[in-house]
């Protein structure tokens, strides 16, 4: 398996079959049941709800039970935001590639390596709710409806900062944790803007080759145009050197490395064993001017690929590989 499906950890969607488990309904109460008497809140004492209504990431509107106490998480930025809105003892399970924040670790895993999901698990930890992933299989998402388990969508196919921003809402809504979410979004957007408002006073754009996965060093995968990676390496001041693909994240080969001259090399792929001097001592490469300077820099992929709260401080991970100046 090519490291790109790590590396791109946002777009990691949940796969499967139809579930060979069905869900138990609630037994229905009998004839001879009596009625429980109920108190009448005044008006000074708001009714609890009961039940709430979203509208997520794909624009399906989705009904769900109050209180959430346990939910399923499929996406590992979805982990990271019910982290961050102070959720973390709601979550019963996650998929398999979800490691952050460290408590997680230890939770069951929904998915297996091959991505399908384990519906039978799923159905015995009956949650109240299950957070898909933006690009999750339509399957997937049938497959939990029909267990009668409500699913949200959260995340775009294509994420954007303004769209994580919404994520953190929509997350925030459907567990009751509006203000925390409220919060979070503020912090996290005066942030971005500071940041990125210091870095425009800059104006040098140092240009950048991003490399995502180099199974084959030959035809490294990097970030086009349209990528989530792309606006966080613009906001940071560096000059995307493959902006002119359409492709989210093209493969491209050594030659176009080359005419392309990058000034600085970021491994996004460090984290799996890529190093500088490994990249430097490619091939091909010894003529492209980011290596003959000695400016290929690793980073940790898990801050800048997972659309969600921690992507502020990708942003500023980057800053400090091209503008070490700005503070």
Request: aromatic fraction near 6%; charge should be negative.
């Amino acid at each position: 398996m090519k490291r790109l499906l790590f590396v791109i950890i946002f777009l990691l969607a949940a796969c499967g079959s139809t579930p060979s488990a069905t869900a138990t309904l609630p037994p229905e109460a009998t004839a001879s049941q009596k009625p429980v008497a109920t108190t009448i809140p005044s008006a000074a004492t708001p009714a609890p709800v009961t039940e709430i209504t979203v509208v997520d990431s794909a624009g399906r509107s989705v009904t769900i039970p109050q209180p959430v106490t346990h939910v399923i998480s499929l996406a590992p930025s979805t982990t990271e935001i019910i982290a961050a809105l102070d959720g973390l003892v709601r979550i019963s399970a996650v998929d398999m590639y979800s490691d952050y924040p460290a408590e997680v670790v230890a939770l069951p895993k929904i998915t297996n390596p091959d991505m399908s999901v384990n519906y039978e698990q799923i159905t015995a930890l009956a949650p109240d709710v299950v957070f898909a992933a933006g690009i999750t299989a339509p399957d997937v998402i049938t497959a939990i409806e029909k267990l009668g388990i409500p699913i949200v969508v959260v995340g775009a196919p294509t994420a954007s900062f303004a769209s994580v921003l919404k994520d953190i809402a929509l997350v925030g809504k459907t567990l009751q944790k509006d203000a925390e979410a409220t919060k979070l979004v503020d912090t996290m957007q005066s942030d971005w803007q500071r940041l990125s408002a210091r870095v425009a006073q800059i104006t040098t754009k140092p240009t950048v080759f991003w490399e995502l996965d180099a199974t084959d060093a030959t035809k490294p995968y990097t970030i086009g145009r349209d990528s989530f990676v792309a606006e966080l390496l613009q906001a940071a001041g560096g000059t995307n050197v493959f902006a002119d693909v359409t492709d989210a994240y093209p493969q491209v080969s050594l030659e176009q490395i080359v005419v392309k001259a990058p000034e600085t090399i970021i491994l996004a792929d460090s984290l799996w064993g890529v190093t500088p001097a490994a990249a430097s001592a490619r091939p091909g490469w010894e003529t492209i001017p980011a290596i003959k300077n000695q400016r290929v820099f690793p980073i940790d992929d898990s801050l800048v690929s997972r659309p969600g709260p921690r992507i502020v401080q990708g942003l500023r991970a980057v800053v400090a590989i091209l503008h070490p100046e700005v503070k």
